[in-house]
C-alpha cells in the first residue's frame, strides 16, 4: 500500500514541479534561444519523470541499472531492440495498410518532398523513435515498473504504468499568446490548463489504444526482463508513424473514419483492437504455458 501511495505522490509531484522547474530555466535560455515556454516544461516533465522514477527506485531501495531495464548484457539487449524495432516497424504498417484498405487514408498525391529527401526522413523517424522509446520505456516499463513489481505484483505494475502512460499522453500545454510575460503565476496556470483534453469524451478510443500499447510492452518486460524489445517495438512504431505521415494523408468524411481518433488519424478503435490482439497472443504465448 505504501508503495502506492508513494506512486502517485511521484505522479503528482512531477506534474506539479516541472511548469515551477521549467519557469528559471526559461529565464537562463531567454537570452540565447528563442524557445516557447510550453515546450520546455514538455521537456522539463520529461527531463523529472527520468530523475523522480530513478529517485522512486532509491525509495524502495532497489536502484540498479536492472530495475531500470538494462541488466543484460550489449549483444543480448542490442539483438532485442533490433527485433523489436522490427516488430514495431511491421505492427504499425500493417495497421497503415488497413486504413489505407478501408480509405481512411490515401497516398498523397505528391510525393516529391519525400523522395527527395527519403535519406533524411528515415534518418529522423529512427533518431526520433528510439529517443522516444528510450526515456519513455526507462521511466514506464523501467524504474516505475520495477518498483511497483518488486513491492506489490504484476497486476498493479502493468495496471498502473499502462494507465499512466496512457493518461500523460492527453497533457496539452497550451502555447502562450504571443508577448505573455512568463512568470510564477504562469508556471502555476499551465498545468492545469494542460488538463482540458480529459473532459472530452473523443479521447477514449486514443486513450484505449495507449493503454492496450502500455499493457503489451509491459508483458514484453516480464518476459524479457529487460527493455531492450520494449524500446524497439516504441521505437519502430514511432518511426513508422513519421516516416509513413510523410507518405500517406488522412481522408475526412470517410466511410471509416470512427476507426480512428480525432486526435491522432492513425491511431483509434482499429489499432485498440489490432493491439488487444497482439497482447492477447503474447499472454496465451508467454503466461499460459503449464
Request: proline fraction near 2%.
Amino acid at each position: 500500500m505504501r508503495t502506492v501511495v508513494s506512486f502517485f505522490i511521484l505522479v503528482f509531484l512531477i506534474l506539479t514541479l516541472s511548469p515551477l522547474l521549467a519557469y528559471p530555466i526559461h529565464l537562463v535560455l531567454e537570452n540565447f534561444v528563442d524557445f516557447s515556454f510550453h515546450k520546455l516544461v514538455k521537456y522539463t516533465t520529461l527531463v523529472c519523470g527520468l530523475i523522480f522514477s530513478g529517485l522512486y527506485l532509491k525509495y524502495n531501495h532497489i536502484y540498479s541499472r536492472e530495475s531500470f531495464g538494462f541488466g543484460v548484457q550489449k549483444q543480448v539487449f542490442l539483438k532485442d531492440l533490433f527485433r523489436g524495432l522490427l516488430a514495431g516497424l511491421v505492427l504499425l504498417g500493417l495497421l497503415k495498410i488497413f486504413l489505407l484498405l478501408f480509405g481512411v487514408h490515401q497516398i498523397r498525391p505528391n510525393l516529391e518532398y519525400f523522395w527527395s529527401n527519403l535519406l533524411l526522413i528515415f534518418i529522423k523517424g529512427i533518431l526520433t523513435g528510439l529517443a522516444v522509446g528510450l526515456v519513455e520505456e526507462t521511466i514506464f516499463r523501467g524504474a516505475l515498473f520495477s518498483s511497483l513489481y518488486k513491492k506489490t505484483s504484476a497486476i498493479l505494475a502493468v495496471s498502473l504504468t499502462s494507465l499512466l502512460y496512457a493518461a500523460v499522453h492527453f497533457l496539452k500545454y497550451r502555447e502562450m499568446p504571443e508577448g505573455t510575460e512568463i512568470t510564477w503565476n504562469i508556471a502555476l496556470e499551465i498545468l492545469p490548463n494542460a488538463l482540458f483534453r480529459f473532459s472530452d469524451p473523443n479521447i477514449i478510443d486514443y486513450f484505449l489504444t495507449l493503454l492496450v500499447l502500455g499493457i503489451l510492452l509491459s508483458m514484453i518486460r516480464l518476459h524479457k526482463g529487460n527493455i531492450a524489445m520494449c524500446i524497439g517495438v516504441h521505437a519502430g512504431i514511432v518511426m513508422a508513424m513519421k516516416v509513413t505521415g510523410r507518405i500517406t494523408e488522412y481522408v475526412p468524411d470517410n466511410n471509416f473514419n470512427f476507426l480512428v481518433s480525432k486526435y491522432e488519424h492513425t491511431l483509434g478503435y482499429l489499432s485498440f483492437f489490432w493491439l488487444l490482439i497482439l497482447a492477447i497472443i503474447y499472454w496465451r504465448k508467454f503466461f499460459t504455458r503449464t
